[in-house]
């Protein structure tokens, strides 16, 4: 089982940026499909971008594409990264990094670990 912390949230102005970092206690690549998921006021859990075990295929949630960029660190190989840019409000919410053995899921469920979750707020 993989304990994962996140960080880098924090509150930002509409059309910022952020980079959210998720550090693990064993080493993702090889081990752990790796997922964000958002959890925005009065909603569910969605999910927002992943990367499979073995390689770095990644899916993004269609309100991601084009503006967040999910990264691992291949040096040491137990942190992945979300880097989000031209924020807004809509993507207010508690960031959450997720693990499971197997592949990228959308659905919250197939996942076994979760990090506590980082707060990310988008000023208008």
């Known amino acids: 089982q993989a304990q994962l912390v996140e960080s880098g949230g924090g509150l930002v102005q509409a059309g910022g940026s952020l980079r959210l970092s998720c550090t693990a206690s064993?080493?993702?690549?090889?081990?752990?499909?790796m997922a964000w998921f958002r959890r925005a006021p009065g909603k569910d859990r969605e999910f927002v971008a992943g990367v499979s075990r073995n390689n770095n295929a990644t899916s993004y949630a269609d309100s991601a594409k084009g503006r967040f960029t999910l990264s691992r660190d291949n040096t040491h190989y137990n942190t992945m990264y979300l880097q989000m840019n031209s924020l807004t409000p809509e993507d207010t919410g508690v960031y959450y990094c997720?693990?499971?053995?197997?592949?990228?899921?959308?659905?919250?469920?197939?996942?076994?670990?979760w990090g506590a979750g980082t707060q990310v707020t988008v000023a208008s």
């Open positions: 997720a693990a499971n053995r197997y592949d990228v899921k959308h659905d919250a469920s197939e996942y076994t670990d």
């Open positions: 064993a080493r993702i690549v090889g081990n752990y499909a």
